[in-house]
């Protein structure tokens, strides 16, 4: 197992090299190469990559914590069993990614894109994820509660048992989704109904 402990890297590539098992601290990337890198079982710790490239690189059982992505590029890559805690992944692109037992616990995901991925089950409780992309995504059974969807994507997502109690809906547009099974608390179903048109009034008529 190698060590890596507050380097800072630009411009540089590192694709197709095997950084399996490795430990990176306090590191920073910028504008780096990672396509097709091996970084399975490796472990990131309060490191910063700024528009880095993972296209078909192995992250099987990937493990990063307190850690900054943003607007890095994912493309294919194979994120099976990964864990990322206290991350900010603000624009990253996960287009056609392996993303199968993800875990993600709290942290920022605004402006990504999940368009097309099968997400069933996954557990995004707590994330911010305004402005996110899940067109076409498979969510079934899918945890939102407490999450942040302002102006989120979903249309022609599977929302099958999806749960969105507690989330933030604003300027989502609710007529666009496919409701089956959909789980809401009582705000987010005024919300709605609202976007049917419905009015909401108090019935303020007491009987005497």
């Known amino acids: 197992m190698e060590i890596w402990e507050d380097k800072s890297f630009q411009d540089e590539d590192f694709g197709e090299r095997d950084f399996s098992e490795f430990v990176f601290r306090r590191c920073s990337f910028e504008h780096?190469?990672?396509?097709?890198?091996i970084l399975s079982e490796a472990l990131v710790e309060i490191c910063h990559f700024e528009e880095c490239n993972f296209s078909g690189a192995q992250m099987n059982a990937f493990s990063a914590r307190g850690s900054s992505f943003s607007s890095s590029v994912f493309r294919g890559t194979y994120f099976f069993v990964a864990a990322f805690t206290d991350c900010r992944l603000?624009?990253?692109?996960?287009l056609d990614a392996d993303l199968s037992g993800i875990t993600i616990s709290n942290g920022d995901w605004s402006w990504v894109n999940l368009r097309?991925?099968?997400?069933?089950?996954?557990?995004f409780r707590g994330l911010k994820l305004v402005e996110s992309d899940f067109?076409?995504?498979?969510?079934?059974?899918?945890?939102?509660r407490d999450t942040d969807l302002t102006r989120a994507e979903f249309r022609d997502a599977d929302l099958t048992g999806a749960d969105f109690r507690g989330a933030i809906l604003d300027k989502v547009d609710l007529r666009t989704w496919n409701l089956k099974g959909v789980r809401f608390d009582i705000a987010q179903a005024i919300q709605l109904a609202q976007c049917y048109g419905v009015r909401i009034e108090e019935d303020n008529v007491r009987s005497g």
């Open 135 to 144: 067109y076409a995504t498979s969510l079934k059974n899918t945890d939102f």
């Open 116 to 123: 097309r991925q099968k997400l069933d089950k996954i557990s």
């Open 90 to 94: 603000l624009g990253a692109d996960f």
């Open 32 to 37: 780096c190469r990672f396509v097709g890198a």
